[in-house]
């Protein structure tokens, strides 16, 4: 498992880079948003389907579902590589 933190001050293209330097389509991720609560589960999780242009696909959903915005990502950690076994 890895973990990245996306600077607070990064724009949306910068956090789009970092996040695409650290996950792959295929990989499972967990995903906190900028301004979470202190729940102990992440707001998004699940495999990654796609780099959109403004935001990053899990399960094959839109952002108004269980995708998320790149400027909105605070942490993602990788669960599982693509290349894992289930």
């Known amino acids: 498992m890895t973990e990245l933190t996306v600077p607070p001050d990064a724009d949306e293209e910068e956090a789009a880079a970092l996040v695409q330097e650290h996950i792959s389509v295929g990989d499972v991720v967990e995903i ?30 839109s952002p108004e579902n269980k995708s998320v915005r790149y400027d909105e990502i605070d942490t993602v950690i990788r669960a599982k590589t693509a290349d894992e076994k289930a």
């Open 32 to 61: 906190w948003k900028r301004e979470r609560t202190d729940a102990d589960d992440p707001e998004h999780s699940g495999a990654v389907t796609s780099f959109e242009p403004a935001y990053l696909e899990i399960d094959g959903q």
